[in-house]
């Protein structure tokens, strides 16, 4: 019973490399979520992929934030000139497809996120 | 600018007694709430919900309870234990939507023996 998981759990990076974050969401889950969590705050909606669509990526910082799922199971968030700010937890979530109208809702299932800090 | 709010950043408690957690929200597009509990290292799980059209939803020793007009939402837990000490966030979707989550700063509640 694999929960959704994330590579790595730890990244420290120099100001201006690149970072690649991995998620591998639960079998069967079509939807996929990216969030960025700060120091002290609640996780922030980054983008949003159904299947391999990215169907949002209206809370994406800036476009050195890219994210792709090219197969409809595994995604990677890329950070390509990672600055200080970007330090934060980057949460993956994943939740079955909405059907209907009827939940209004569909859980999402987080996993424990990767903390990257920026040096 | 904060659309959902949780104004209290701890709560500690004794074990046995009541346990609230208060959310306010700006947006009156939100039209369904939810509660994660969230454990040092691991992601947030769902712990419950309640669509804007009830004002109480229960399961278990926990309940949320939502005042629209005053824009309010609180968790409450009964009795409390220790093992319910964690960061408890609030969150919202918007009526526009179906996954896109608007998330409280969260409150660490202490639960102690």
């Known amino acids: 019973g694999a929960g959704v998981s994330q590579s790595p759990r730890y990244k420290v990076a120099k100001r201006g490399q690149d970072v690649a974050l991995r998620c591998d969401p639960i079998s069967g889950h079509v939807s996929l979520f990216w969030y960025q969590q700060a120091l002290g705050q609640g996780p922030e909606f980054l983008t949003y992929?159904?299947?391999?669509?990215?169907?949002?990526k209206s809370g994406l910082p800036s476009d050195r934030f890219f994210a792709e799922r090219p197969e409809g199971s595994v995604s990677t968030l890329k950070i390509q000139r990672t600055q200080q700010e970007d330090s934060a937890v980057y949460l993956c979530?994943?939740?079955?497809?909405?059907?209907?109208?009827?939940?209004?809702?569909?859980?999402?299932?987080f996993g424990p996120g990767t903390r990257l800090t920026v040096l | 600018d904060q659309q959902v709010k949780q104004n209290s950043p701890s709560l500690s408690v004794q074990e046995g007694r009541i346990s609230i957690l208060n959310c306010d929200y700006t947006n009156s597009m939100f039209d369904y709430f939810l509660w994660y509990k969230k454990y040092p290292a691991e992601g947030p799980t769902f712990l419950i919900s309640?669509?804007?059209?009830?004002d109480k939803n229960e399961d278990g020793r926990f309940t949320v309870f939502l005042n629209k007009s005053a824009k309010h939402l609180s968790l409450h837990i009964v009795p409390s234990q220790p093992g319910d000490s964690a960061v408890y966030f609030c969150a919202a979707k918007w009526e526009g939507s179906n996954y896109k989550l608007t998330f409280g700063k969260g409150t660490l509640l202490t639960v102690n023996p």
């Open positions: 309640i669509s804007s059209i009830k």
């Open positions: 992929f159904q299947n391999e669509a990215q169907l949002d």
């Open positions: 979530a994943s939740s079955l497809p909405l059907l209907g109208i009827l939940p209004p809702y569909n859980e999402q299932f």
